[in-house]
């Protein structure tokens, strides 16, 4: 416990918000590392390229792919990430795709 009081490990969840075309809400992991949705939701979340980005597969099957990082520096050589932008989109149909810079 001495490791948390002096914030040397974070023991909660960060939480990642989502807002894309209609599809809103947020996630976190369970100690697990298994990916939790709030509210529970029907999209998909791949996190298997975690923490440099993730996909979310929608309802109808459009996916969208967030890896283009924000970043600060808060500390010697050392970022922090604030947010993930969308970088490319897969309409339903996977014929229309846009990659987005």
């Known amino acids: 416990m001495d490791l948390v009081a002096r914030n040397l490990i974070d023991v909660e ?9 209609g599809i809103t809400g947020k996630f976190i992991f369970d100690k697990n590392k298994n990916v939790l949705t709030i509210p529970e939701a ?23 792919e967030f890896f283009t990082r924000e970043q600060t520096v808060t500390g010697p050589e050392y970022f922090e990430t604030f947010a993930l932008y969308l ?10 795709t846009l990659g987005i810079r």
């Open 87 to 96: 970088v490319h989109w897969v309409g339903f149909d996977r014929i229309h």
């Open 42 to 64: 029907t999209y998909v979340v791949d996190d298997s390229d975690f923490p440099n980005g993730f996909t979310i597969t929608a309802d109808d099957g459009t996916v969208y």
């Open 13 to 21: 969840s960060d939480y990642y918000f989502i807002n894309v075309a």
